[in-house]
């Protein structure tokens, strides 16, 4: 490469400062899309390690630290445990429908026989695990904790599906993160609805209107994420006081969230045209023309991309890096004293996700492949939906998260030591299958 060359790709770039030395290497971390999975690996690892070591009881208590705030005679105020689980999983949870609305909008999902095949597999994975679950605790103690079983983990999802690299399609991909999605919003409705408390009616009407002023805002081209976070803050304390679970907050604010470009590619050329075109004689600053042409064009930019997008990319590192790892920190930790997983909680977990969910992912693809309502996408195999419906089975995240509202006290460690097995189980169980069925498929095309 000549020095010509070379010296027109530093133009493109923004110019180095030594900061950049350390911050370039954490962004490029940050956008691998195995990296969070790590993450939460070693939280998990970490979560366990201190609950059984000697200081475990005080890593208990850590999480049991009350944090709130004070107006006048009002008080807020929760422990450290729920502000993870209720306000930090809501960004999960706005994060995952944003995903969803962007693939059903501008992605592989636009396609309609696509998007029935990922919602008919996500609905057979939540379905039939619960099935399985409640045929083994019907009338038992534990039978609350059949939503524990619905949801699959997509971070550890995409961990896995990095690990097999190039060997399986894209398209397979697609569909694992699709189903993922739609049944992470399945789980959460169920969440909301039926581990919630008793329904305050007028809560669910101030709800309800502060969706409909978010709505409204969008409709108007308020481009504020400030006041939209504002009034997303407060109709999230309403559905928090209404009995519903806060999270469903995080599902109905993404879905509502406006898949459409301000700024068009053209709009935004003749934009910088216009600056590039402005007199250099004059400073790019203050109310010049100049100066208003250049924030114009920053602004342009900027909404070049949809919100939708934007927020993806603004949270994906927040959640990835932080959030999930403190759930993880803050719920994973399990005695293994006198673990048994034999147990009947544990058993009916580790049914429910190993078998049950391959099971209802398969079955119910099949059917709406069959009724001629969807069909399997490119390069993919009844042998790897089998695969991906095992490696689906790794419910840990939202099993944790459901587990926590769902069991009593002396039943929850037993519900953990379920989901870990399952979970270790169906990755090992899911790598095996798609690696042997997507090496096949390569076969057969030679």
């Not at 209720?86 to 026989?113: Q, S, Y």
């Not at 095949?117 to 996500?122: K, P, W």
Request: hydrophobic residues 55%; proline residues 4%; charged residues 10%.
């Amino acid at each position: 490469m000549s020095k010509r060359e070379k010296k027109t790709i530093n133009l493109t770039q923004l110019p180095r400062e030594y900061i950049d030395w350390l911050s370039q290497p954490v962004t490029r971390f940050t956008h691998i899309e195995s990296a969070s999975g790590v993450m939460l690996f070693i939280s998990t690892l970490l979560a366990v390690v201190f609950a059984n070591s000697s200081f475990g009881e005080e890593f208990s208590q850590f999480w049991q630290v009350p944090l709130g705030i004070t107006v006048g005679d009002l008080l807020f105020e929760r422990s450290l445990h729920t502000w993870v689980n209720d306000a930090g999983m809501t960004l999960f949870f706005f994060l995952i429908a944003l995903e969803l609305k962007r693939e059903l909008i501008l992605g592989e999902l636009r396609n309609p026989k696509l998007a029935v095949l990922s919602i008919a597999a996500a609905l057979g994975g939540m379905l039939i695990p619960s099935f399985f679950y409640l045929l083994l605790q019907f009338g038992e103690p534990g039978q609350h904790g059949w939503g524990t079983v619905m949801a699959t983990d997509t971070a550890f999802v995409i961990g896995c599906l990095a690990l097999l690299g190039q060997s399986v399609p894209n398209s397979l991909r697609i569909f694992m993160l699709s189903m993922a999605v739609v049944d992470d919003i399945g789980a959460i409705v169920v969440v909301a609805i039926g581990y919630g408390s008793d329904i305050d009616w007028l809560a669910i009407i101030c709800a309800l209107i502060g969706f409909a002023v978010v709505r409204i805002m969008g409709f108007l081209g308020i481009r504020s994420l400030v006041l939209f976070s504002v009034v997303g803050g407060v109709t999230w304390l309403a559905v928090d006081m209404s009995g519903l679970h806060p999270t469903i907050t995080g599902v109905v604010l993404g879905l509502l969230t406006p898949t459409s470009k301000w700024v068009s590619k053209q709009h935004l050329s003749i934009i910088f045209h216009a600056v590039m075109n402005s007199s250099t004689r004059k400073q790019w600053s203050g109310n010049t023309a100049e100066g208003v042409a250049l924030r114009t064009a920053a602004a342009a930019a900027r909404e070049t991309l949809s919100p939708v997008e934007r927020l993806e990319m603004l949270l994906h590192p927040w959640v990835g890096f932080i959030i999930l790892p403190l759930f993880a920190l803050a719920n994973a930790g399990v005695s293994l004293t006198g673990a048994n997983l034999t147990s009947p909680i544990s058993l009916a977990v580790f049914v429910g996700f190993v078998f049950g969910k391959p099971i209802g992912i398969v079955l119910f693809s099949w059917i709406s492949v069959r009724l001629g309502l969807a069909t399997l996408p490119e390069n993919l195999n009844w042998g790897m939906l089998l695969g991906s419906g095992m490696l689906a089975g790794i419910g840990f995240t939202m099993a944790l998260f459901i587990a926590e509202l769902a069991y009593s006290p002396d039943q929850i460690n037993a519900a953990k030591l379920g989901i870990f097995s399952a979970s270790i189980c169906s990755a090992l169980l899911g790598l095996i299958f798609l690696r042997y069925f997507s090496v096949k498929e390569k076969l057969n095309n030679i």
